[in-house]
């Protein structure tokens, strides 16, 4: 069978396709030899960007007439746009084209380094701290951590897909919390819905869908709306962000102080009020100029067997052969293992323990991620464990009734013994 009519019947196999991932059986070439644990470390990759609000303390000498808040917000949403062009654009190959990721094992890791190329040093060391918290559906956890600027970004996500008649479509369960504690600043962040396009030509890739949200402790939020090519203008990853006093004045679109549009993997621009105004409007960002941090990684020969590229490594190296019968067998090797493990944990009555990270139940009184409820609470977004982004009362709202989310431990993580950055 040549590559067309391999893709044709894949696309045919996939078109009532609902659900979790990890059961969708995709042909070898477009395996991708990562596992989708490693894809959070892109939150993690425009470090410097992620730093800068810390350096946002008073009116540099200058007089401003914009809230010192307002310009962190802003410095927030520079790195959001850094992130999600690294997360969902430019971390694909030249094609930007996108394969099906290894779907990751519980209990996985990948811990890493974020270099800090600056001459005087200044950002310090940054961590990264990947687990895979929850195997099915899969619920990936992760940390960007910098000690030296007190700064934290912590979150979950878990990927549910179904098939529309031409595109592949995700939904995004989790957020994550970004804690600036120098500056006693903390955001809430949802993860937007997003798309596959290109999926009959052969060539899939990312496009943003609806809306997400940043929620300042400092009350300021931003509302995200995304559209693909030809809705708010001809390009690919078309953006619209207004920004607000306080979700009371998102709730009419006339209240917003700024509106930032352009690309999101690209060059956008600022203008005052509620429009996107092109003669007012003031260049914002460029996305593909962001500098991205590189990431260290230790030797495989030095990883323990649960960090993601040790365990993944035969399997990985029968992708890039190619060679289809030895990707199975060796996928099913992990498989089988797997279950054995659950088998026996069943038998004794016990569950994996998470290595650092603890499930917060908002439900609980006496729970301790109260800065983190109280920027949903703030923002009106559900607390309930439904798509990332829903508001407080929506109807989505009532398929759940837990309300429970992953938290960075640090005191677990650094009295860890066997697995280091
Ligand atoms: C949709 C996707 C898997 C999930 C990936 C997520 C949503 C994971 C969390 C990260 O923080 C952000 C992120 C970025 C990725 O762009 C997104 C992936 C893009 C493609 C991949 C599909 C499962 C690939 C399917 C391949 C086709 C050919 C069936």
């Not at 000498?61 to 010192?68: L, M, N, P």
């Not at 998102?250 to 060059?267: D, E, H």
């Not at 977004?381 to 508001?391: F, R």
């Amino acid at each position: 069978m040549n590559y067309a009519s391999t893709w044709a019947s894949f696309i045919a196999s996939i078109a009532s396709y609902n659900g979790d991932l990890s059961s969708l059986t995709a042909p070898p070439f477009i395996l991708s030899p990562k596992s989708l644990l490693e894809y959070s470390q892109y939150w993690g990759t425009n470090t410097e960007l992620l730093l800068a609000p810390n350096t946002i303390k008073d009116d540099d000498g200058k007089k401003r007439k914009s809230s010192i808040h307002l310009r962190r917000l802003l410095a927030v949403i520079k790195w959001y746009l850094a992130t999600i062009n690294s997360q969902y654009a430019s971390r694909t190959d030249s094609k930007h084209s996108e394969k099906k990721p290894l779907n990751p094992f519980l209990g996985e890791v990948f811990v890493a380094k974020f270099a800090d190329d600056t001459q005087d040093h200044r950002l310090g060391e940054t961590k990264l701290v990947l687990e895979q918290v929850q195997h099915h559906p899969p619920i990936s956890a992760y940390a960007v951590w910098n000690e030296k600027q007190n700064t934290l970004l912590e979150g979950y996500s878990g990927v549910r897909a179904f098939m529309s008649a031409t595109s592949l479509n995700v939904r995004q369960h989790g957020h994550a919390l970004l804690h600036y504690r120098n500056l006693g600043e903390d955001y809430l962040i949802t993860l937007p819905p997003l798309h596959l396009e290109g999926l009959i030509k052969g060539s899939p890739t990312v496009e943003l869908d609806q809306k997400s949200y940043i929620q300042s402790s400092s009350k300021y939020c931003a509302v995200f709306e995304y559209s693909g090519r030809g809705y708010f203008s001809g390009k690919s990853n078309s953006f619209k962000c207004r920004i607000y006093r306080n979700h009371e004045e998102s709730l009419n679109k006339y209240n917003a102080l700024y509106t930032i549009f352009g690309q999101w993997s690209g060059v956008c621009f600022i203008s005052k009020g509620s429009e996107a105004d092109s003669e007012k409007r003031k260049r914002f960002f460029d996305s593909s100029k962001a500098v991205a941090q590189k990431l260290i990684v230790k030797p495989i020969s030095e990883q323990h067997e649960l960090e993601s590229r040790r365990a993944w490594k035969k399997v990985a190296d029968s992708i890039v052969q190619g060679d289809y019968k030895l990707i199975t067998k060796e996928k099913s090797q992990i498989e089988n293992e797997q279950r054995e493990l659950r088998k026996k944990e069943e038998a004794k009555g016990v569950t994996w323990t998470r290595r650092w990270y603890d499930e917060i139940d908002y439900s609980a009184k006496d729970h301790t991620d109260k800065a983190g409820m109280k920027l949903f609470k703030m923002a009106h977004l559900s607390m309930k464990n439904v798509p990332s982004g829903i508001l407080e009362g929506s109807s989505k709202e009532k398929s759940s009734k837990t309300m429970k989310h992953w938290r960075f431990n640090l005191e677990k993580f650094n009295a860890e013994k066997d697995i280091k950055c």
